[in-house]
């Protein structure tokens, strides 16, 4: 005996997939001209192809030897002073920040810490320019 059986399948776009991470990256004008950059290039550019940029976008470009691409997202690799650890940091997008902070400081699962707990939650996992100015302000 055979039974036909149909299925309706309702697919959305996971707000944290890479996809959807990168292009919020690339709308982001202080990680573009970075990311950008990496996809393109694993060398540095100039000072003088990045003077033009804003200034967050030149703090990024400090970190240039740090910063790599996992699944075409840009990360920050982080290492201790001793070598002993070592964190995969999310560059995260302007549009993203509040919605970690909230996270990390308000949700059932953060807790509702001061800024040095929420600082050291929120960098276990993200790195953006100005986390810390962020998180006091938060």
């Known amino acids: 005996m055979e039974t036909d059986i149909s299925v309706k399948v309702l697919t959305t776009e996971d707000a944290w997939s890479s ?19 990496k996809l393109n290039s694993e060398d540095r550019p100039s000072w003088q192809e990045i003077a033009p940029e804003i200034p967050a976008t030149k703090r990024y470009w400090a970190l ?3 910063l790599h691409l996992k699944d075409g997202v840009l990360y920050r690799k982080w290492e201790s002073d001793d070598g002993s650890s070592c ?5 995260l997008p ?3 920040i509040q919605e ?3 996270e990390t400081h308000d ?3 953060g807790g509702h810490f001061g800024v040095m ?5 929120t960098r276990e996992r993200f790195f953006w320019d100005r986390l810390r ?3 006091e302000k938060w």
Do not use: G, N
Request: no cysteine; net charge positive; aromatic share 4%.
């Open 100 to 102: 970690v902070l909230r």
């Open 94 to 96: 302007k549009s993203r």
């Open 19 to 37: 996809s959807e991470v990168q292009k919020a990256q690339l709308e982001d004008p202080a990680i573009r001209a970075i990311l950008e950059r």
């Open 107 to 109: 949700s059932a699962s």
């Open 133 to 135: 100015a962020d998180a």
């Open 87 to 91: 964190r995969w940091q999310l560059i």
């Open 117 to 121: 707990k929420t600082l050291s939650k």
């Open 64 to 66: 240039w030897d740090s």
